[in-house]
């Protein structure tokens, strides 16, 4: 395994790790870390790191702005401007491409696959990637979006802030094998309050909107709360059940 700290964002020194395991060619996950987009790092969790890169996927982990530095739609920006580094700007090939992230990480994630207009500066197209693991994200508006608006962070709205605002038009597929990506969606039995009922929803609206079911997977973590499960095996064998 090879292990490289890169900066890709020189002006804010903002950085991304990437591991390679010894496969030539391997499967990438590119990983986005959570914390309510005010906590949190890259490294974390390195028990999904260890167990990917053990089965010959290759991991992308990156940091990104966070409050109270940061406002909207920044650490969005820093997430597309880094799966264009890793995409364009290294050396390294891979056979497949999937990204995702928890909790905040996924809502980078839903809003990148969501609202194409973030990657599209960069010549990419999500629906183009191979899959997504969406865990625990928000598909609403993040709480802490609606605290940088001065909002009860317990508010539900569905604005450009939210990824189920940019669910408009039916989804038609643009990879070679023409499918839609693999999406994963976790949520749990105990997770944050609306959490796991905006999740289903989300669910409802993509299949509405015609994501093949197929390509849709749902993982109910019954007994556990918010991303407890993130250290577990467990974790790593979803993820892995949808690289292929």
Same mark, same amino acid.
Request: charged residues 20%; negative net charge; contains cysteine.
């Given at each position: 395994?090879?292990?490289?700290?890169?900066?890709? /964002?020189?002006?804010?020194?903002?950085?991304?790790?990437?591991?390679?395991?010894?496969?030539?060619?391997? #499967?990438?996950?590119?990983?986005?870390?959570?914390?309510?987009?005010?906590?949190? *790092?890259?490294? *974390?969790?390195?028990?999904?790191? $260890?167990?990917?890169?053990?089965?010959?996927?290759?991991?992308?982990?990156? *940091?990104?702005?966070?409050?109270?530095?940061?406002?909207?739609?920044?650490?969005? $920006? *820093?997430?597309?401007?880094?799966?264009?580094?890793?995409?364009?700007? !290294?050396?390294?090939?891979?056979?497949?491409?999937?990204?995702?992230?928890?909790?905040?990480?996924?809502?980078?994630?839903?809003?990148?696959?969501? /609202?194409?207009?973030?990657?599209?500066?960069?010549?990419? /197209?999500?629906?183009?990637?191979?899959?997504?693991?969406?865990?625990?994200?928000?598909?609403?508006?993040?709480?802490?979006?609606?605290?940088?608006?001065?909002? /009860?962070?317990?508010?539900?709205?569905?604005?450009?802030?939210? #990824?189920?605002?940019?669910?408009?038009?039916?989804?038609?597929?643009?990879?070679?094998? %023409?499918?839609? #990506?693999?999406?994963?969606?976790?949520?749990?039995? !105990?997770?944050?309050? &609306?959490?796991?009922?905006?999740?289903?929803?989300?669910? &409802?609206?993509?299949?509405?909107?015609?994501?093949?079911?197929?390509?849709?997977?749902?993982?109910?973590?019954? %007994?556990?709360?918010?991303?407890?499960?993130?250290?577990?095996?467990?974790?790593?064998?979803?993820?892995?059940?949808?690289?292929?």
């Amino acid at each position: 395994m090879t292990k490289l700290t890169l900066t890709y /964002d020189t002006t804010n020194n903002i950085k991304l790790d990437l591991y390679l395991p010894k496969t030539e060619a391997p #499967p990438l996950f590119i990983y986005m870390h959570g914390g309510g987009l005010e906590g949190g *790092d890259r490294t *974390d969790p390195h028990e999904l790191f $260890e167990r990917l890169i053990h089965d010959g996927i290759a991991v992308a982990t990156l *940091d990104y702005r966070m409050y109270p530095s940061a406002k909207f739609p920044e650490f969005i $920006e *820093d997430a597309a401007k880094a799966i264009d580094f890793i995409l364009h700007n !290294n050396t390294y090939r891979f056979s497949k491409i999937y990204a995702g992230g928890s909790s905040a990480g996924a809502y980078l994630a839903m809003m990148l696959l969501f /609202d194409n207009r973030y990657l599209a500066k960069y010549n990419i /197209d999500p629906l183009d990637f191979d899959g997504w693991v969406l865990d625990a994200g928000q598909p609403t508006t993040h709480f802490n979006v609606l605290r940088e608006r001065g909002l /009860d962070t317990r508010l539900v709205r569905i604005d450009d802030a939210a #990824p189920l605002y940019h669910i408009t038009h039916s989804f038609k597929p643009t990879h070679p094998d %023409g499918k839609l #990506p693999m999406i994963l969606n976790i949520a749990a039995s !105990n997770d944050m309050p &609306a959490r796991l009922e905006q999740l289903k929803l989300l669910n &409802a609206v993509l299949k509405q909107f015609g994501w093949q079911t197929d390509r849709l997977h749902f993982a109910y973590m019954n %007994g556990y709360s918010h991303c407890e499960y993130d250290h577990s095996p467990i974790f790593a064998e979803l993820i892995e059940s949808i690289i292929k």
